[in-house]
Protein backbone atom coordinates (compact mmCIF):
# COMPACT_ATOMS: atom_id res chain seq x y z
CA UNK A 1 0.00 0.00 0.00
CA UNK A 2 1.29 3.40 -1.05
CA UNK A 3 1.21 6.71 1.47
CA UNK A 4 1.90 10.17 0.48
CA UNK A 5 4.78 10.06 -2.53
CA UNK A 6 7.33 12.83 -2.46
CA UNK A 7 6.53 13.72 -6.36
CA UNK A 8 8.67 16.76 -6.37
CA UNK A 9 11.73 14.55 -5.47
CA UNK A 10 10.60 12.12 -7.51
CA UNK A 11 10.73 14.21 -10.66
CA UNK A 12 13.40 16.10 -9.62
CA UNK A 13 15.86 12.72 -8.80
CA UNK A 14 14.43 11.25 -12.33
CA UNK A 15 15.14 14.53 -14.25
CA UNK A 16 18.97 14.73 -12.29
CA UNK A 17 19.94 11.14 -13.50
CA UNK A 18 23.24 10.82 -15.61
CA UNK A 19 22.11 8.39 -18.19
CA UNK A 20 25.51 7.89 -19.79
CA UNK A 21 26.11 4.97 -17.62
CA UNK A 22 23.92 2.95 -19.74
CA UNK A 23 26.49 2.74 -22.70
CA UNK A 24 28.77 0.67 -20.85
CA UNK A 25 25.59 -2.53 -20.15
CA UNK A 26 24.92 -4.82 -22.12
CA UNK A 27 21.29 -4.90 -20.46
CA UNK A 28 19.61 -1.66 -20.65
CA UNK A 29 16.40 -2.82 -19.75
CA UNK A 30 17.51 -4.13 -16.42
CA UNK A 31 19.85 -1.02 -15.75
CA UNK A 32 16.96 1.60 -16.38
CA UNK A 33 14.59 -0.16 -14.46
CA UNK A 34 17.15 -0.83 -11.62
CA UNK A 35 17.52 2.88 -11.74
CA UNK A 36 14.07 3.66 -11.35
CA UNK A 37 14.08 1.63 -8.54
CA UNK A 38 16.38 3.06 -6.51
CA UNK A 39 14.59 6.89 -7.06
CA UNK A 40 11.04 4.99 -6.18
CA UNK A 41 12.38 3.44 -2.75
CA UNK A 42 13.47 6.80 -1.95
CA UNK A 43 11.09 8.81 -3.08
CA UNK A 44 7.74 6.69 -2.62
CA UNK A 45 7.43 4.97 0.98
CA UNK A 46 5.59 2.04 1.13
CA UNK A 47 3.29 0.75 4.09
CA UNK A 48 2.71 -2.74 4.45
CA UNK A 49 -1.38 -4.09 4.47
CA UNK A 50 -2.22 -5.18 7.87
CA UNK A 51 -4.82 -7.86 7.01
CA UNK A 52 -7.23 -8.02 9.96
CA UNK A 53 -8.01 -11.36 11.85
CA UNK A 54 -11.18 -10.31 13.07
CA UNK A 55 -14.10 -7.97 11.77
CA UNK A 56 -14.34 -4.25 12.82
CA UNK A 57 -17.54 -5.09 14.89
CA UNK A 58 -16.35 -7.74 17.11
CA UNK A 59 -16.14 -6.68 20.49
CA UNK A 60 -12.71 -7.06 22.80
CA UNK A 61 -14.27 -9.94 24.91
CA UNK A 62 -15.31 -11.98 21.81
CA UNK A 63 -11.92 -11.68 20.41
CA UNK A 64 -10.31 -12.66 23.37
CA UNK A 65 -12.56 -15.58 23.36
CA UNK A 66 -11.56 -16.45 19.74
CA UNK A 67 -7.90 -16.58 20.73
CA UNK A 68 -8.07 -18.61 23.71
CA UNK A 69 -10.00 -21.01 21.49
CA UNK A 70 -7.32 -21.20 19.23
CA UNK A 71 -5.00 -22.01 21.98
CA UNK A 72 -7.22 -24.75 23.06
CA UNK A 73 -8.01 -25.92 20.17
CA UNK A 74 -4.02 -25.97 18.96
CA UNK A 75 -3.52 -27.48 22.84
CA UNK A 76 -6.71 -30.38 22.00
CA UNK A 77 -5.05 -31.44 19.07
CA UNK A 78 -1.45 -31.95 20.48
CA UNK A 79 -2.51 -33.69 23.71
CA UNK A 80 -6.05 -35.05 23.53
CA UNK A 81 -6.97 -34.26 27.64
CA UNK A 82 -10.61 -34.21 28.34
CA UNK A 83 -10.16 -31.16 30.60
CA UNK A 84 -9.15 -29.70 27.05
CA UNK A 85 -12.50 -30.76 25.65
CA UNK A 86 -14.77 -29.39 27.98
CA UNK A 87 -12.84 -26.30 27.53
CA UNK A 88 -12.44 -26.30 24.07
CA UNK A 89 -16.64 -26.84 23.94
CA UNK A 90 -17.48 -23.77 26.64
CA UNK A 91 -15.21 -21.60 24.37
CA UNK A 92 -17.09 -22.50 21.28
CA UNK A 93 -20.62 -21.81 22.82
CA UNK A 94 -19.32 -18.58 24.56
CA UNK A 95 -17.55 -17.35 20.86
CA UNK A 96 -21.49 -18.27 18.75
CA UNK A 97 -23.18 -16.48 21.49
CA UNK A 98 -20.46 -13.19 22.06
CA UNK A 99 -20.50 -13.07 17.89
CA UNK A 100 -24.37 -13.42 17.53
CA UNK A 101 -24.59 -10.72 20.28
CA UNK A 102 -21.99 -8.27 18.51
CA UNK A 103 -23.46 -8.58 15.31
CA UNK A 104 -26.96 -7.94 16.89
CA UNK A 105 -25.49 -4.87 18.65
CA UNK A 106 -23.92 -3.94 14.91
CA UNK A 107 -26.82 -3.95 13.56
CA UNK A 108 -29.05 -1.98 16.41
CA UNK A 109 -26.41 1.03 15.70
CA UNK A 110 -26.81 0.75 11.99
CA UNK A 111 -30.86 1.01 12.65
CA UNK A 112 -30.52 3.59 14.56
CA UNK A 113 -28.28 5.90 12.91
CA UNK A 114 -30.10 4.67 9.33
CA UNK A 115 -31.98 7.83 9.04
CA UNK A 116 -29.29 10.68 10.63
CA UNK A 117 -25.96 8.73 8.77
CA UNK A 118 -27.28 7.07 5.75
CA UNK A 119 -24.00 5.97 4.22
CA UNK A 120 -23.84 3.59 7.08
CA UNK A 121 -26.82 2.06 5.66
CA UNK A 122 -24.87 0.98 1.93
CA UNK A 123 -21.42 0.44 4.14
CA UNK A 124 -23.26 -2.16 6.00
CA UNK A 125 -23.87 -4.51 2.51
CA UNK A 126 -20.67 -3.33 0.91
CA UNK A 127 -18.63 -4.88 4.37
CA UNK A 128 -21.01 -7.57 5.00
CA UNK A 129 -21.21 -9.18 0.76
CA UNK A 130 -18.43 -6.64 -0.89
CA UNK A 131 -20.55 -6.48 -3.44
CA UNK A 132 -23.83 -4.59 -4.70
CA UNK A 133 -26.43 -8.02 -4.64
CA UNK A 134 -29.37 -8.02 -2.81
CA UNK A 135 -29.16 -10.19 0.68
CA UNK A 136 -30.43 -13.49 0.83
CA UNK A 137 -32.98 -12.47 3.62
CA UNK A 138 -34.32 -9.18 4.75
CA UNK A 139 -36.99 -8.29 7.93
CA UNK A 140 -38.64 -5.45 7.91
CA UNK A 141 -41.94 -4.70 9.02
CA UNK A 142 -41.91 -8.24 11.39
CA UNK A 143 -41.96 -10.45 8.30
CA UNK A 144 -39.51 -12.09 6.61
CA UNK A 145 -38.57 -11.62 2.73
CA UNK A 146 -36.72 -14.18 1.04
CA UNK A 147 -37.77 -13.91 -2.71
CA UNK A 148 -35.63 -11.23 -4.70
CA UNK A 149 -38.55 -9.61 -5.61
CA UNK A 150 -40.41 -9.15 -2.26
CA UNK A 151 -36.96 -8.12 -1.19
CA UNK A 152 -36.86 -5.37 -3.55
CA UNK A 153 -40.29 -4.56 -3.17
CA UNK A 154 -39.95 -4.35 0.59
CA UNK A 155 -36.84 -1.43 -0.12
CA UNK A 156 -39.47 -0.14 -2.43
CA UNK A 157 -41.73 0.34 0.25
CA UNK A 158 -39.32 1.29 2.47
CA UNK A 159 -37.57 4.34 0.85
CA UNK A 160 -41.24 5.41 -0.60
CA UNK A 161 -41.98 6.12 3.11
CA UNK A 162 -39.04 8.10 4.12
CA UNK A 163 -38.05 9.92 0.42
CA UNK A 164 -39.57 12.96 -0.25
CA UNK A 165 -38.72 14.33 -3.77
CA UNK A 166 -37.74 18.10 -3.84
CA UNK A 167 -40.70 20.18 -5.11
CA UNK A 168 -38.16 22.68 -6.20
CA UNK A 169 -36.27 21.07 -8.68
CA UNK A 170 -36.09 22.29 -12.35
CA UNK A 171 -35.15 20.22 -15.66
CA UNK A 172 -33.50 22.53 -17.04
CA UNK A 173 -30.72 23.86 -14.46
CA UNK A 174 -29.41 19.99 -14.57
CA UNK A 175 -28.92 20.30 -18.25
CA UNK A 176 -26.06 22.31 -20.11
CA UNK A 177 -26.83 25.19 -22.42
CA UNK A 178 -24.44 24.62 -24.99
CA UNK A 179 -26.60 23.03 -27.99
CA UNK A 180 -25.07 19.76 -28.09
CA UNK A 181 -26.82 19.11 -25.05
CA UNK A 182 -29.73 16.60 -25.63
CA UNK A 183 -32.44 16.77 -23.09
CA UNK A 184 -34.55 13.81 -22.14
CA UNK A 185 -37.52 13.76 -20.09
CA UNK A 186 -38.34 10.11 -17.84
CA UNK A 187 -41.20 9.74 -15.72
CA UNK A 188 -40.99 6.72 -13.44
CA UNK A 189 -43.00 6.09 -10.72
CA UNK A 190 -41.09 5.95 -7.34
CA UNK A 191 -41.85 2.44 -6.68
CA UNK A 192 -40.78 1.86 -10.32
CA UNK A 193 -37.48 3.71 -9.93
CA UNK A 194 -36.40 1.96 -6.79
CA UNK A 195 -37.26 -1.38 -8.03
CA UNK A 196 -34.88 -0.99 -11.37
CA UNK A 197 -32.44 0.37 -9.31
CA UNK A 198 -32.23 -2.26 -6.38
CA UNK A 199 -32.63 -5.04 -9.21
CA UNK A 200 -29.57 -3.82 -11.23
Known amino acids: MILKADFLSLW ?23 CLDEVFAWTIPLKRAIAKKFPFWYSLETRRLLRRKEIVGRLLLRHRNPVFVDDFRSLCTGVKYGIKRDYGNYLHLIERDLI ?23 YYNDKCFINDIDIANAYADYFC ?13 ATSSTASAISLRLTLSPM ?5 LLRS
Do not use: A, C, Q, R
Open 161 to 173: SVFKPSTEYDSND
Open 12 to 34: YSISEIDWSFLLSFGDVNDSVYN
Open 116 to 138: SVPKKFWSHFKKEKNNNHLPGKL
Open 192 to 196: TMWFW
